[in-house]
């Protein structure tokens, strides 16, 4: 299986101001083109059926795959996957909130929307180095989680569903707003596709149920 990079779901300059055509271009076509190609090469070293599973199944299953290959699809492996969640999740959304269940769900976990926005964003501002912070479901407990991950690490291989992701790699921001990582992750609120994350809860609680 060689798989191809997912094109961006929207014109490169969509996002504009929040996201630049540029930062689109090069995080887009570089960098997750990068990641991509590091996880083809990455499954010509790896064993079956590791190599046939789907590339979240892959994911799941790093603990059982052997070095120095685990490495490499936890690295690429995850990139490829953490960015083509990425992509879908962002739409210009004129001011919108969450909406029904996942509302609910959001202030049954957070108290509000406003905390739960306060406690994504300081997460995202404390992670240190490169990562991503998420917004999980814990299908254990039935409530929504934040964390940071660091690199290209993906909650799926603890076993938690993701719904919501921020790349906070210099990568995803620095043509824009340099070194203001707090600054960007104030604007990127405003490209938060709801009815994205919505959609990928109901998937969830669907699977759990
Ligand atoms: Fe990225």
Redesign the pocket.
């Known amino acids: 299986m060689i798989y191809q990079l997912p094109p961006l779901p929207y014109a490169y300059d969509a996002l504009e101001p929040y996201m630049s055509k540029k930062t689109l271009t090069v995080?887009h076509d570089k960098?997750?083109q990068a990641y991509t190609d590091g996880f083809n090469k990455a499954l010509e070293q790896t064993p079956e059926p590791y190599k046939s599973m789907k590339p979240e199944e892959i994911l799941q299953s790093l603990d059982k795959i052997p070095e120095p290959v685990r490495t490499a699809l936890k690295n690429f492996g995850g990139?490829y996957v953490?960015?083509s969640f990425?992509w879908p999740l962002l739409k210009k959304n004129n001011g919108a909130v969450p909406q029904g269940d996942l509302a609910k769900a959001i202030t049954s976990s957070f108290k509000s929307f406003d905390q739960f926005k306060i406690e994504f964003s300081d997460a995202a501002k404390k992670l240190f180095g490169s990562g991503w912070t998420w917004l999980v479901l814990d299908p254990k407990t039935g409530s929504l989680r934040i964390m940071n991950l660091p690199n290209q690490e993906s909650p799926v291989s603890q076993g938690l569903k993701p719904l919501l992701v921020l790349?906070v790699?210099e990568?995803?921001y620095y043509l824009d707003y340099e070194n203001r990582r707090a600054e960007f992750i104030e604007k990127w609120w405003a490209v938060v596709n709801w009815d994205m994350v919505a959609q990928h809860y109901q998937e969830v609680r669907k699977k759990s149920a």
């Open positions: 995080h960098h997750h990139g953490n960015h990425f790349d790699w990568h995803a």
